[in-house]
Structure formats: C-alpha cells, structure tokens
C-alpha cells in the first residue's frame, strides 16, 4: 500500500505563486511514477504533470507548460509543484497520485491505483 499526502493549498490572486507538495510514504516501490492531477467544479479530473522517481524524466500538460515546474525529493519522497502567474482558471482541487506503471498514470486517470485527499487552491482574479 502506498498513501500520498498533499499540503500547501490556499488562497492566492492571480499572477501569485504557490508551491505543493506530496509525501509518499508505505510500499513506494509500488510507486514508479507521481503525477499532480486536478479537478474544478463541474469539470473532469484532469492531468497536470509527473516525474518518476528514477531519473530526472517529467511531462506536463500544455495548459500549465511553462508556469508549473514538478520536482521530487528522492530521499524525502516527497513531490512538489511550484505554480507559478497562477491563473482563476487554476482553481480546482489537486491530488497527488502514483502507480507502478508510467502508462497508466499519464494516460488513464481512472486505474491509478493511489491518490491523495486533495489540496483546494483557489485564484481569485
């Protein structure tokens, strides 16, 4: 079993900058990858980024490329997300998330086996 736990949410104006982050802790060999996910009202679960925690190897989704920076802590396994010129648009609950297979955390959302509580962050304009 792998549990995830994510911090740093809160309440920023736009163009302002926030940074979370992820603790995995348990069984984190089952956790060859670590993505940032989020989720707006109304809205679908989107993909945000994610790194794997052997070699330096990260992708991010063209909405936040540019403004989002992932990065990890091996020896901390810990995972951050440095947003930065935040947009309202940003505004959603974000989950950390990982799986043992790269393919389905980047590509299909609904059989990564762990995720976190989620973090709210909110941009007001």
């Known amino acids: 079993q792998v549990q995830l736990v994510e911090s740093g949410g809160g309440l920023v104006q736009a163009g302002d900058s926030l940074r979370l982050s992820c603790v995995v802790s348990?069984?984190?060999?089952?956790?060859?990858?670590v993505g940032w996910f989020r989720q707006a009202p109304g809205k679908e679960r989107e993909f945000v980024a994610a790194?794997?925690?052997?070699?330096?190897?990260?992708w991010y989704a063209d909405s936040v490329k540019g403004r989002f920076t992932i990065s990890k802590d091996n020896a901390k396994n810990t995972v951050d997300l440095q947003m930065n010129s935040l947009k309202p648009e940003d505004t959603a609950v974000y989950y950390c998330?990982?799986?043992?297979?790269?393919?389905?955390?980047?590509?299909?959302?609904?059989?990564?086996?762990?995720w976190g509580r989620g973090t709210q962050v909110t941009v007001s304009s």
């Open positions: 790194i794997i925690w052997s070699g330096d190897n990260k």
């Open positions: 348990g069984r984190t060999f089952g956790s060859y990858a």
């Open positions: 998330a990982s799986d043992n297979s790269l393919r389905v955390l980047t590509t299909d959302t609904a059989r990564i086996d762990y």
